[in-house]
């Protein structure tokens, strides 16, 4: 925590925000702005958008790049400012064979709890009039469930772009039973925002 610093939190496995990030890392341009400023960019890797909510909640973390979900808790909560859309894409329920919505009555779905995933399913469920207590939700991290469906340990998943279209290059078989467009931001915290307004403008145009 210091002033010379901005810590910014990305999502590798989250397309594309993950790329846009990637991109960002190497901006020369960028980087050399900054530095006349006397500051540097650090940019801390995460799975989900509760864990860094988690981290912005301790004062650790300056920028972030957040789904629709963990943008509108975070926004609810804490004084930020989300200025600009990073991308939209989809997310889906991916099942490892061709069933219904309907079809998941007493069936493990894999999820992230509190992600645009999780909100997902209550959508899905609620367009088949049905409630989490029709189902078996099972908390796992992101990376976990592609196998945890190739092992049986789950009957479907609910993931964002690019992890079911990944398993289904792998498993043709599979089928998308639901997709849902959703959406992803940049997130300042607004007390960074007034003491750099020009480098918040710097982070943007990257």
Do not use: C
Not at 133 to 142: A, G, H, N, S
Request: negative net charge; hydrophobic residues 45%; aromatic residues 6%.
């Amino acid at each position: 925590k210091d002033e010379q610093t901005i810590d910014f939190a990305i999502q590798p496995l989250a397309v594309p925000i993950g790329v846009i990030t990637e991109v960002m890392k190497r901006d020369i341009i960028f980087r050399k702005d900054l530095k006349d400023r006397g500051l540097e960019i650090r940019f801390h890797p995460f799975l989900k958008g509760v864990d860094i909510n988690f981290f912005i909640k301790k004062g650790d973390l300056e920028i972030a790049m957040l789904g629709d979900t963990p943008a509108i808790t975070i926004a609810a909560t804490d004084d930020v400012l989300i200025p600009a859309l990073a991308k939209q894409g989809h997310s889906s329920i991916l099942a490892g064979k061709h069933i219904r919505i309907n079809d998941l009555e007493g069936k493990k779905i894999g999820y992230m709890p509190g992600s645009t995933a999780h909100y997902n399913i209550l959508i899905a469920l609620h367009s088949a009039e049905m409630t989490e207590k029709d189902v078996v939700l099972v908390q796992m991290e992101i990376h976990e469930l592609a196998e945890a469906l190739e092992n049986g340990k789950i009957d479907a998943f609910s993931a964002w772009e690019p992890i079911p279209s990944a398993v289904l290059a792998k498993h043709p078989d599979y089928t998308i039973i639901q997709k849902f467009l959703n959406s992803s931001h940049i997130v300042f915290v607004k007390s960074f925002v007034r003491r750099h307004p020009e480098e918040t403008s710097l982070i943007l145009a990257s």
